[in-house]
C-alpha cells in the first residue's frame, strides 16, 4: 500500500501563485508515475499533470504554461507550482499514483484551492 498526503492548498487571488505538496509513504517500489486532479463542484475530476520517476512530465491543456509538476525523488514527494490562477481553477486538488503491478490507484484526501478576490 501507498499513501499520499498532500498539503498547500488555501485562498488565493485570481492572478496569485500557490504551491502544493505531496508526500507518498509506504510500499514506494509500488509506484512511478505521480500526478495531480482536481475536481471542482459539479464536474468530474481530471487531470492536472503527471510525472514519472525519469522526469517526464504531461500536462492538461487548461493549465499549460501556467503550472509546474516537480519531482524529488529522494523524499518521495511531488510538487505542483500553479501560478497565474484563475478562478476557474478552483478545485479540490487529489493527489495520485497508479499502482505499476496490480492497476490499483492510489489517491490522497485532497487539498482545496479557492481562486477568489
Known amino acids: 500500500q501507498v499513501q499520499l498526503v498532500e498539503s498547500g492548498g488555501g485562498l488565493v487571488q485570481p492572478g496569485g501563485s500557490l504551491g502544493l505538496s505531496c508526500a507518498a509513504s509506504?510500499?514506494?517500489?509500488?509506484?512511478?508515475?505521480m500526478g495531480w486532479y482536481r475536481q471542482a463542484p459539479g464536474k468530474q475530476r481530471e487531470l492536472v499533470a503527471a510525472?514519472?520517476?525519469?522526469?517526464?512530465?504531461n500536462y492538461s491543456d487548461s493549465v499549460k504554461g501556467r503550472f509546474r509538476i516537480s519531482r524529488n525523488n529522494a523524499k518521495n514527494t511531488v510538487y505542483l507550482q500553479m501560478n497565474s490562477l484563475k478562478p476557474e481553477d478552483t478545485a479540490v486538488y487529489y493527489c495520485?499514483?497508479?499502482?505499476?503491478?496490480?492497476?490499483?490507484?492510489?489517491w490522497g484526501k485532497g487539498t482545496l484551492v479557492t481562486v477568489s478576490s
Open positions: 510525472t514519472s520517476s525519469g522526469g517526464i512530465t
Open positions: 509506504g510500499s514506494i517500489w509500488r509506484i512511478n508515475v
Open positions: 495520485n499514483a497508479p499502482d505499476r503491478r496490480d492497476g490499483m490507484v492510489y
